[in-house]
Every structure is written in C-alpha cells, then in structure tokens.
T-cell receptor, first 111, second 114 residues
C-alpha cells in the first residue's frame, strides 16, 4: 500500500515562482525522503529529513516535516524550466531498508 | 564513486517470450539491491529486493523472478511475458546500513510487451 501520498498530483507554474508540494504518510517513520524523476529517467535523491528534524535546506530546496500531522512539504524557490519533473516522497517501510513511494507530483515550470 | 548500470534501455517483446534485465553496481560492496516497476504516470512498485548474494525477497506475486548471482549484479527475469508486464523497470541500490537512507537509481528499462 502507498505510505506517502503527494499533493497536488500536477502543478503548473511560471519560471521564477515558488512550487510547493505536499506529502502525507500513515505510520511512524524515522526519515522521509524526496526524489526527482525527469521524464523517462531514473529517480534522483534530493533530500532526506530525519524524524527529529523539522526543516532542512539544500540550495533552492526547503523541506519541512511535521510528525504530529504525518506530513511533509517540499518547496522549490525561484523555479526554473529545468525543474520540470515528477517529485516523489518516500518513507522506510516499518523501519526496514525498503522504501514506499507515493504516486508523485508532476511539476511543469513554464519559461 | 558509485555508479549503477541497467540494460537494455528499451525493449519490445512479444507476449509469451522470455525476459532478462540486468543491473550492475560499481564502486560499492555488499549493497542492498532493488527492482521496481513504474506504470505510466504512477508511483514505484517494489518487486524484489536483495540483501546479499542468493538472497531474494519478493514483494508482489507475479510471473517475474529475480536473481543475484554476484554481489553487485541483479537480474530480473520472466519465462513468459504478459501484456501487463509492460512498464518502466528501475534498479536501485542502497548501502544497507541502518538507519536506512537514500537509494540510488539506475536509468531504467522501458519494456513494451506486444
């Protein structure tokens, strides 16, 4: 079953705007990860946030985690056309090495 | 540095034909290895994972099988393909060290069964 569920399913914005994607999950986690997938390519790991962290930054990416609400958000600031991709959240299943992925948010950044 | 290879990149096969997809990892030892399938516009479904040579765990009952003949080689097979086996197949590896962190993905194989 899906652990993480992203929202929205699709997002279209103009270059320079910020993009926010949300992820909800169901069970306790020790970390949550965000991945990016360009069309027809493999996934690339973007950022990992641990359960004892509330916010993490990496370049133009900002991730927040609210364990009380079982939710996370990914913010991409000053978006570029090259940010066009699908973004997935993933959580370890039952503390194991297996990850459970959501269905993803398809982001389109228009030049 | 570590790299992960998958081949072929694309494959078109008739229904009932056999399948063999290969994945190899370089630059690391004793990785955890994973096979995922991604249907069009969907998330990833974990098919198999392996924590060591000859150790395979199946996540979803199906007509696919996996093998790990060497430490850094993971093979996905089928004796007879079904139409429903079409999809994008991704191999991934992780260090296998707790607390479990990120996975690193290969470029994928696009399989079309006709």
């Amino acid at each position: 079953s899906q652990q993480g569920e992203e929202d929205p399913q699709a997002l279209s914005i103009q270059e320079g705007e910020n993009a926010t994607m949300n992820c909800s999950y169901k069970t306790s986690i020790n970390n949550l990860q965000w991945y990016r997938q360009n069309s027809g390519r493999g996934l690339v790991h973007l950022i990992l946030i641990r359960s004892n962290e509330r916010e993490k930054h990496s370049g133009r990416l900002r991730v927040t985690l609210d364990t009380s609400k079982k939710s996370s958000s990914l913010l991409i600031t000053a978006s570029r056309a090259a940010d066009t991709a699908s973004y997935f959240c993933a959580t370890p299943q039952g503390g194991s090495e297996k990850l459970v992925f959501g269905k993803g948010t398809k982001l389109t950044v228009n030049p | 540095s570590q790299t992960i290879h998958q081949w072929p990149a694309t494959l078109v096969q008739p229904v009932g034909s056999p399948l063999s997809l290969e994945c190899t990892v370089e630059g690391t030892s004793n990785p955890n290895l994973y096979w995922y399938r991604q249907a069009a516009g969907r998330g990833l479904q974990l098919l198999f994972y392996s924590v060591g040579i000859g150790q395979i765990s199946s996540e979803v009952p199906q007509n696919l099988s996996a093998s790990r003949p060497q430490d850094r080689q993971f093979i996905l097979s089928s004796k007879k393909l079904l139409l429903s086996d079409s999809g994008f197949y991704l191999c991934a590896w992780s260090t296998g060290l707790a607390p479990y962190g990120e996975q690193f993905f290969g470029p994928g194989t696009r399989l079309t069964v006709l």
